[in-house]
């Protein structure tokens, strides 16, 4: 009986043994990074630049391999404090940007823009102020956290080509010559040099009569896609730099009557803080509600020449907003959203002709109508596509253009978002259109034409099997291309449509 009570009373000591122990240890908790498409310890994904930005939120912290031309960032002048974009480079494809960070010093300094690059690293999401003082917007920025660079290798091996210039997306001029540049400074070589090593750098330099012989600027930019050249009309006057600095005018660089550009809530070039877009020639065009205009995700219209539409679009309390607009390759697409007249994003201008413009969750100021203003650099006028959306767990995504005989290969589709691609089509062509599941999936193939109408449609394969759309066009102009996922889950796929 005794021996009975001693376990009873050892084994009642250690169960509450136990449970101190249990209670002292911390919960785990939960993930807070978004979704990965690895396993720990797997090797990195192996993506296109298109294929990454068509679904940046796909990928957020996942190990990455990205192929493209090196596009470096242009450099940012401020006479206050600097908040600087984690990204300094980029890596374009078919005029879509993938913005990297990383390895400043050796892009900067050795290698020349348009050089093609493999990297690899993490896809990161940042968000903070990029800009100059008190100037600065709150910006949400994907870029890539490059930890190797893989090719080419070694990367001291190649040769600097020196620019003839210094591009310059943001310049607050003050009364004198002095300006203070937050960057890496480069000697200039000579034509003939070649670079094995990097160069000294300083963090802070100011510039003052004389000037130094500058090369190269590695800038903290903005995300956009530098690009030289005259300004746009109705653009203003471009500001002039100081002695024995270039300025080779980014898109939409302009000067205020004050003097003072600051550069705007997506990461664009900086404007003036007129509310009317850069490009524009001509009247407002009020095109009505976009919630009305719609017959399906997306609408096509016509923009004429040397003005800009104006489509309302209510935003209820706890709405992000995303925008897409597409047009052919001719026309270059501005793009602006305003509320109660004071711009929310500022003329954007980040993706080259053909190219989607797309605003990416820009801070609004509350519920309220809100105003998208499209317009085309030098009032062209174009056929576009236009669509938004306001929950990311269902987004409607522009992935580009896609033209006879060039098939697009290993799409990534999120979770519960539907894809548009588009062509320029005649009446009397004979389109064809294959989809090419590339797992376990079940596809739908839509298309629609200019006026948005449903033409044909197919989904009769099983999981896994392709699916084969034809048609005969009807009318002229842009067509589209839909696709969906039968039980609204990922897609990776490849697209192939013909004309004849």
């Known amino acids: 009986m005794r021996r009975t009570i001693t376990i009873i009373i050892f084994a009642t000591a250690a169960l509450l043994a136990g449970c101190r122990g249990r209670t002292a240890l911390d919960p785990t908790p939960f993930p807070t990074i978004g979704p990965t498409v690895t396993q720990q310890g797997a090797g990195p994904v192996v993506l296109t630049v298109t294929e990454l930005m068509s679904a940046p939120g796909l990928y957020r912290d996942a190990l990455i391999q990205v192929t493209g031309l090196l596009r470096k960032q242009p450099l940012v002048v401020c ?242 907003l995303y925008v897409y607009v597409l047009a052919p390759n001719q026309a270059d697409i501005i793009l602006s959203v305003l509320k109660d ?47 938004f959306y306001t929950d990311p767990e269902f987004a409607i995504i522009f992935p580009g253009i896609i033209t006879s005989g060039s098939p697009r290969s290993a799409v990534q589709m999120p979770e519960g978002a539907y894809h548009y691609w588009f062509f320029v089509g005649s009446s009397g062509d004979e389109v064809t259109m294959t989809l090419t599941p590339l797992a376990d999936e079940d596809p739908g193939l839509y298309l629609y034409g200019p006026d948005g109408e449903d033409i044909d449609s197919v989904d009769d394969g099983f999981e896994g099997e392709e699916e084969i759309l034809t048609a005969t066009l009807e009318m002229n102009g842009l067509h589209a291309i839909g696709i969906e996922e039968f039980n609204s889950g990922t897609l990776q796929y490849n697209l192939e449509l013909t004309i004849e």
């Not at 600087?84 to 879509?96: D, K, Q």
């Not at 050089?115 to 100037?135: A, I, P």
């Not at 006057?237 to 009557?257: D, E, I, Q, Y």
């Not at 609004?364 to 006028?381: C, D």
Request: proline share 11%; net charge negative.
């Open 341 to 387: 007249g004071q711009p929310i994003v500022n003329r954007q201008n980040t993706s080259p002709a053909g190219a989607p413009e797309f605003i990416n969750n820009p801070p609004l100021s509350g519920e309220g109508t809100y105003e998208i203003q499209v317009l085309t650099v030098g009032g062209a006028s174009t056929e576009y596509a236009l669509t």
């Open 79 to 320: 006479d206050s404090d600097y908040h600087p974009s984690p990204a300094a480079w980029g890596l374009a494809e078919e005029g879509v940007l993938a913005l990297a960070g990383g390895f400043g010093q050796q892009v900067r300094s050795l290698l020349p823009d348009d050089l093609t690059m493999t990297v690899e690293g993490r896809w990161r999401r940042w968000q903070g102020l990029v800009g100059c003082g008190k100037q600065a917007v709150e910006q949400e920025v994907w870029y890539l956290e490059t930890s190797r660079i893989l090719s080419p290798s070694p990367i001291t091996q190649v040769t600097l080509t020196p620019a003839s210039g210094i591009e310059i997306v943001a310049v607050t001029p003050t009364q004198d010559l002095a300006l203070t540049l937050e960057s890496e400074i480069v000697p200039t070589p000579s034509l003939e040099e070649t670079l094995t090593t990097p160069e000294p750098t300083t963090d802070l330099v100011t510039l003052a009569s004389p000037t130094p012989d500058l090369s190269e600027l590695n800038p903290t930019s903005t995300p956009t896609l530098p690009t030289t050249g005259t300004l746009p009309s109705g653009t203003g006057t471009a500001l002039t730099p100081p002695p024995g600095l270039t300025v080779t005018p980014s898109l939409g660089l302009t000067s205020t009557p004050g003097g003072s550009p600051s550069p705007t809530a997506s990461g664009t070039p900086p404007t003036p803080t007129a509310t009317t877009p850069s490009g524009a020639t001509g009247q407002i065009v009020e095109k009505g509600d976009l919630y009305d205009e719609m017959l399906n995700d997306f609408l096509i219209t016509s923009l004429g020449g040397g003005v800009i539409d104006s489509w309302d679009l209510e935003i209820f309390e706890g709405d992000s």
